[in-house]
């Protein structure tokens, strides 16, 4: 499956974004979905999933209550709705593909990764 992740861009701090993935070329609802980044000089970080269905979903403590991951099936896309950013969540953010049906927070796990988008919040 091919992901295209869009949406990024320079904000300033308590302001919301909204991060795109365009998947292609498999069955969009065989795999969950995960939204990860990575800051300069940093590890890459969980930051939501969503299973294929749409109904279960899981955060990274950092961001719970902030953001919010969804999908949907029939436009092959998996929204993340960043809210009250912060500086810290300065990163190049990156979707990504699990090829099975339930969210997990192990990168290890995901199997297709998009080409990321930068988001950048300034205080």
Do not use: H
């Amino acid at each position: 499956v091919q992901l295209q992740a869009s949406g990024g861009g320079v904000v300033q701090a308590g302001a919301s974004l909204r991060l795109s993935c365009a998947a292609s070329g498999r069955t969009f609802s065989d795999y969950a979905m995960g939204w990860f980044r990575q800051a300069p000089g940093k590890e890459r970080e969980f930051v939501a999933a969503i299973g294929w269905s749409g109904e279960s979903t899981t955060y990274g403590g950092s961001v719970k209550g902030r953001f919010t991951i969804s999908r949907d099936n029939a436009k092959n896309t998996v929204i993340l709705q960043m809210n009250s950013l912060k500086p810290e969540d300065t990163a190049v953010y990156y979707c990504a593909a699990d090829d099975v049906s339930w969210p997990t927070r192990d990168i290890r796990e995901y199997d297709y990764w998009g080409q990321g988008t930068q988001v950048t919040v300034s205080s």
